[in-house]
């Protein structure tokens, strides 16, 4: 819980993670919502960069063991995944959201050798549709995959169904319900926006402002 504490705090601080309930975002997807996450902005700071990838690290080694092979899925989790593969001393691919539209049309980027294991390292989690599709790749390639870390996951419970019937293991580092209570307790967060929060969370597709 420290560590997922501490985190929500730096994610907050670095303004990877934006909360305006009075001014919603629009996601790819529709969806309006009082949050915005970009983990990419943490690599823009050392400290936090770094206690990202020792924390990936250790969720790995004590959820899963080593594996054979880190992969990155792209884009938002190709550099958080190359520096967990670099501090393990392991090769690194990443997925492509789609195939290259021209020369030899990948979609896995690096070397892919069939019967290894992997595990994927994604920087956030919502409904688990992107992640999900790389596992799919992944395995089509005859990787094996042993589950997922993740830097930060909404926690929906589409997500949650998503990855069961996937049979992939999913741990993050921190979530949406640590980050509301260290946004309350370091003053990120109005009290009076807890309920428009809570709200949104129990339904982010039909959330209304």
């Known amino acids: 819980m420290e560590t997922s504490r501490k985190l929500a705090g730096y994610l907050l601080q670095s303004k990877a993670i934006i909360l305006d309930p009075a001014n919603p975002f629009t996601w790819s997807s529709g969806w309006k919502s009082p949050i ?19 924390n990936l690290c250790e969720l790995i080694r004590v959820n899963y063991g080593i594996p054979d092979i880190i992969a990155g899925v792209a884009t938002g989790a190709i550099a958080h ?56 790749a992944l395995r089509n390639a005859g990787v094996n995959v042993m589950g997922m870390v993740a830097i930060f996951t909404y926690g929906f419970s589409i997500a949650e169904d ?13 979530n949406y319900h640590t980050l509301i209570d260290s946004g309350v307790k370091s003053g990120f967060i109005q009290p009076e926006y807890l309920d428009t929060l809570k709200k949104w969370r129990e339904d982010p597709q039909r959330w209304e402002q």
């Not at 915005?36 to 020792?54: A, G, V």
């Not at 998503?162 to 921190?174: D, W």
């Open 36 to 54: 915005y996450c970009d983990n990419r902005k943490t690599l823009s700071h050392p400290e936090i960069r770094n206690f990202i990838r020792d």
């Open 81 to 136: 995944g190359a520096l967990v593969a670099d501090r393990l001393g392991l090769p690194f691919i990443y997925v492509r959201s789609s195939a290259k539209d021209h020369g030899t049309g990948k979609l896995i980027e690096g070397d892919v050798t069939p019967g290894k294991s992997a595990i994927v390292v994604e920087d956030l989690v919502s409904t688990g549709g992107s992640s999900l599709r790389a596992v799919d």
């Open 162 to 174: 998503n990855f069961r019937k996937a049979g992939v293991k999913l741990n993050s580092l921190t």
